[in-house]
């Protein structure tokens, strides 16, 4: 399963000391980034959100850097200007590459919601992260 995230979804987790969690809701896939979302992480750290370190970190292992093709970055540069660049970078990936987005963005899980795109916003990771708990307290 490909997954890619957008970065509200990681920094809400990464404030919340939740990130962890997210890897183990996936254990058999890399989550990839796309390189708007690096270059957010890195301005939202340069501006003092300490938080977002725990992501950085995560870079080259548990999140890689997902790359776009010419004709993606066209496709993103389409989308509505309402989303941000690591979003709309986010979703053509989802699209595009059949992955399943993970965001907490309003607009964007309203995009894909109307586009057919699969995404897993931050309400339903906190439920799996209870379906989670639950399996582990039964084995």
Do not use: W
């Not at 990681?10 to 979302?37: C, D, K, Y």
């Amino acid at each position: 399963m490909l997954v890619i995230s957008d970065t509200n979804i990681l920094s809400s987790l990464a404030a919340g000391e939740s990130l962890p969690l997210l890897f183990r809701l996936f254990p058999n896939a890399t989550i990839f980034i796309p390189p708007a979302v690096h270059r957010e992480l890195q301005t939202g750290l340069a501006y003092g959100q300490k938080h977002l370190e725990v992501i950085l970190h995560a870079v080259g292992g548990k999140l890689q850097i997902l790359h776009l093709s010419e004709n993606e970055q066209k496709l993103a540069q389409g989308l509505p200007k309402k989303l941000n660049a690591g979003e709309r970078e986010a979703i053509v990936l989802s699209k595009n590459r059949r992955g399943r987005l993970l965001s907490n963005d309003k607009q964007a899980v309203r995009y894909c919601k109307q586009n057919g795109i699969s995404v897993v916003d931050l309400a339903l990771v906190c439920v799996y992260f209870g379906h989670a708990r639950l399996r582990h307290k039964l084995k």
